[in-house]
């Protein structure tokens, strides 16, 4: 299995999430980064954040603003970035975030 597939197959996730599935698939740790760190084009990072151990959050183009996008993202922060995950908890309870083009953050997005 390719990134893109594993990505097609799970959804946006964590590079490191991303070597771990590769490793369960039979890789060497060595060889799972590799797979992860040689990304196609089709293939994304956000830019911005990072997460523990140099992770990044990677996703498909067409993959990006979906539910499952900034579900998987929520997830994410939550599990490996605690910091982050009150601030957008606290935004959260307070029904959103409004940007300066007036579209709204709003807890289905997080």
Known sequence: ????????????MTTSRATQLFMKQGFTADA????VSRK????????????????RFIYLRQQFGTDGYW???MVAIQEKN?????ALAALSARGGWRSANTSTLSADHL
């Open 40 to 55: 196609p084009p089709d293939v994304e990072t956000l830019r911005g954040l990072t997460f523990p151990k140099r992770a």
């Open 71 to 73: 579900n998987a993202l």
């Open 1 to 12: 299995m390719d990134l893109v597939r594993l990505l097609t197959k799970y959804g946006p």
């Open 82 to 86: 605690p910091a982050y995950a009150a």
């Open 32 to 35: 799972a980064r590799q797979r």
